[in-house]
Each structure stands twice: as C-alpha cells, then as structure tokens.
C-alpha cells in the first residue's frame, strides 16, 4: 500500500475536515486507494471512511473503480481551481484596459462579474494614479441594484447594452427613477454598461461608465461609445474576436 502522509487525528474536527483529510490521501494514491487502506491513511474507523467516500462520490469529488473498487479523485477539483482562474485572468486583462480609461479622464468605470459577486470599481486618483475598490456579494453596482429615495435632488437612469445600436434607442434605459427631466437643479446618475465575451463567446461579464449630468443626453453621446469600447477591448484581450462594435454615431 503506498504511503500517505496525513497530519496525526485531532480532536473536534469537522466533517469537513475528515472529507478534506481524504481527498488528500487520494491524492496521494497514484493507483487509488480501498477503504481499508483509506481507514489507516487517515486513522478513522472504516464506517466514517465509508460514509465520507459516499457524500464525496456523490457530490462528483472521488469515483470508485468498477474491477478493483479502489475509490480515486476525480477532476472536479481541478475545474474549481480553473473557474478561480478564470476569474484571475479577468480581471488580468481588464485592469489595463480600464485603468487607461480611467487616466484619460473618463468617468469612472466599474466591472461586475455577476457568477463571482464582484463588482471593481475604477477611477483617477491623481496624474499617474487610479484607485480601485471590489464590492463583494453584488451583481451590479449599488445605483444599479436598488432604487434611490425620490427627492427633487436625485435622478437615477441605467442603460444596458447588447450591441451597439442599442445606444441610440431611448426605449433602452432600463431605469427611471426621481423627479421630471425638467426639474430645475435635479442631478441624475447615469450608468451605462455592456457585456464582456470570452473566447467562446460566453458572456463573463458586463464593463460600464458611471457619473452625474444635469440630462440624459450622455446615454446618446459618449458613454454608450466608452462602455461598448471598454467591453470590445475586454474581450478582445480574453480572445473574443467578434465583439460589440465600436462605431456608435
């Protein structure tokens, strides 16, 4: 039986702990591992081994051999670690793109990555100088995700673009909230975003241009353009080669 170093039996452990202690010694295992030999790798009793396998089996962790029953990891680790990697890689590709918006003196931007909860916020701090800041536990900004009270000083309006002619199309503010567009003083916070398109195509999320105006009048000028030229920069970087086109009139 081959040897696998697993840390001495500890008091109060987890569950958890006991199934992570498992995974370890099949990793371990070049050939897999019985029940048996899993039992004294990991010094538990072999009913607690047994039931640990079932709930890692079950959940797509281990699987058992058909002609020797030795039970060995599967991949599924190794797709999460992808997944985290992905998102590493996201976020690799867009800081450049969006910290150079941000030194142009862009409005401030943000990128959300709805499957993660997080939202990056990016804006000038100084001549050579951005700050940033992740929001975790979001899908979209704040402005985007709730309502403001209605008062005669806040306006909040949110464009979401598909492709670049919804840039034009005033049915595509999404949100409308506060007083009339005629209101004398009234300040609106305009957010417009577009999606951000993987090598294959999959939406892996949304890149936006947030920032206060006295009208609407941004959503048909230059923060459509920012937002559609920020996701094709995005995605072009993360081998999308068909993305949103840039040539908003």
């Given at each position: 039986m081959p040897t696998v170093s697993v840390e001495p039996l500890k008091e109060g452990q987890t569950s958890l702990e006991k199934a992570l202690e498992v995974c370890e010694a099949l990793a371990g295992a070049k050939r897999?591992?019985?029940?048996?030999?899993?039992?004294?790798?990991?010094?538990?009793?072999?009913?607690?081994?047994?039931?640990?396998?079932?709930?890692?089996?079950r959940r797509g962790y281990v699987r058992q051999e058909e002609d020797t029953a030795r039970y060995t990891l599967t991949l599924k680790m190794l797709d999460l670690s992808f997944r985290l990697l992905g998102r590493s890689e996201l976020r690799l590709h867009a800081y450049p793109v969006l910290r150079?918006?941000?030194?142009?003196?862009?409005p401030r931007a943000f990128m959300a990555?709805?499957?993660?909860?997080?939202?990056?916020?990016?804006?000038?701090?100084?001549?050579?100088?951005?700050?940033?800041?992740?929001?975790?536990?979001?899908?979209?900004?704040?402005?985007?995700?709730?309502?403001?009270?209605?008062?005669p000083a806040r306006r909040l309006s949110c464009v979401r673009l598909a492709n670049a002619r919804?840039?034009?199309?005033?049915?595509r503010v999404l949100l409308r909230f506060g007083p009339?567009?005629?209101s004398h003083g009234a300040q609106r916070l305009l957010c417009t975003c577009a999606p951000v398109?993987?090598?294959?195509g999959r939406e892996v999320a949304r890149v936006g241009v947030?920032?206060?105006?006295?009208?609407?009048?941004?959503?048909?000028?230059e923060q459509p353009k920012s937002a559609i030229e920020l996701a094709r920069l995005i995605s072009l970087r993360l081998g999308h080669v068909s993305g949103l086109a840039a040539n908003v009139q």
């Open positions: 897999g591992l019985s029940v048996t030999e899993l039992s004294r790798a990991v010094n538990r009793p072999v009913s607690t081994v047994h039931r640990l396998l079932a709930v890692l089996k150079e918006f941000a030194l142009r003196g862009g990555m709805p499957s993660a909860g997080e939202v990056t916020y990016v804006w000038k701090a100084g001549p050579d100088e951005v700050s940033m800041h992740t929001a975790y536990g979001r899908e979209m900004p704040g402005h985007c995700a709730m309502f403001f009270q209605e008062t919804d840039a034009v199309q005033a049915d009339p567009e005629t398109h993987d090598y294959t947030f920032a206060h105006g006295a009208s609407e009048s941004p959503f048909v000028g």
